[in-house]
Antibody, heavy 119, light 107 residues
Framework: QVQLQESGPGLVKPSQTLSLTCTVS??????????WSWIRQPPGKGLEWIGY???????YYNPSLKSRVTISVDTSKNQFSLKLSSVTAADTAVYYC???????????WGQGTLVTVSS | DIQMTQSPSTLSASVGDRVTITCRAS??????LAWYQQKPGKAPKLLIY???SLESGVPSRFSGSGSGTEFTLTISSLQPDDFATYYC?????????FGQGTKLEIK
């Protein structure tokens, strides 16, 4: 059974960089035709797809966030990471890591981690 | 980008009711649509993929239909555990996108 777990600071100051890591257990991040993704949800609002990384390192980002997002993978640690720069209060959200099949729907999700942007 | 619009935004119903939630895409997505259920404080749970395929372990009272731009999620007989928020997601093209959600409330 694949499990994903987000980790990182719960509070980030405005203009700084948000950094989160997703640790994958129960399966290798290098195996299979999967897209390792980040999705966020502002409090009381809907889901916004941030981007994905393939185990080979290829990435695709939501154009609305592309200029500020970097997703990377560390296959040796079975982890992938999110960096979001120049954050504002609008980036306050629960951030989920998730795994998509090649076709693009999400069966496995982390529990989510709330990141608050505030001084 | 493809926009996904769900209706209604809120739905009040009773245990035993049959309910339908609609999701419309701004352009054709063939059958590349998934439905999720989300409860407060929890991650979304996959219910349906490829518009009408029931994920393993999901009760058969959930069903999905549609293709192109219009899709529906139907719960045949509401159970107490079904009161939650439901989201559709298109994965026809990147960036994938979600509907704004439908909150299913107890009447």
């Amino acid at each position: 059974q694949v499990q994903l777990q987000e980790s990182g600071p719960g509070l980030v100051k405005p203009s700084q960089t948000l950094s989160l890591t997703c640790t994958v257990s129960g399966g290798s991040i290098s195996s299979g035709d999967y897209y390792w993704s980040w999705i966020r949800q502002p409090p009381g609002k809907g889901l916004e797809w941030i981007g994905y990384i393939y185990y080979s390192g290829s990435t695709y980002y939501n154009p609305s966030l592309k200029s500020r997002v970097t997703i990377s993978v560390d296959t040796s640690k079975n982890q992938f990471s999110l960096k979001l720069s120049s954050v504002t209060a609008a980036d306050t959200a629960v951030y989920y890591c998730a795994r998509a099949y090649s076709s693009g729907y999400y069966l496995y999700w982390g529990q989510g981690t709330l990141v608050t942007v505030s001084s | 980008d493809i926009q996904m619009t769900q209706s209604p935004s809120t739905l009040s119903a009773s245990v035993g009711d049959r309910v339908t939630i609609t999701c419309r895409a701004s352009q054709s997505i063939s059958s590349w649509l998934a439905w999720y259920q989300q409860k407060p404080g929890k991650a979304p749970k996959l219910l349906i993929y490829k518009a009408s395929s029931l994920e393993s372990g999901v009760p058969s009272r959930f069903s999905g239909s549609g293709s192109g731009t219009e899709f529906t999620l139907t719960i045949s007989s509401l159970q107490p555990d079904d009161f939650a928020t439901y989201y559709c997601q298109q994965y026809n093209s990147f960036p994938c996108s979600f509907g704004q959600g439908t909150k299913l409330e107890i009447k």
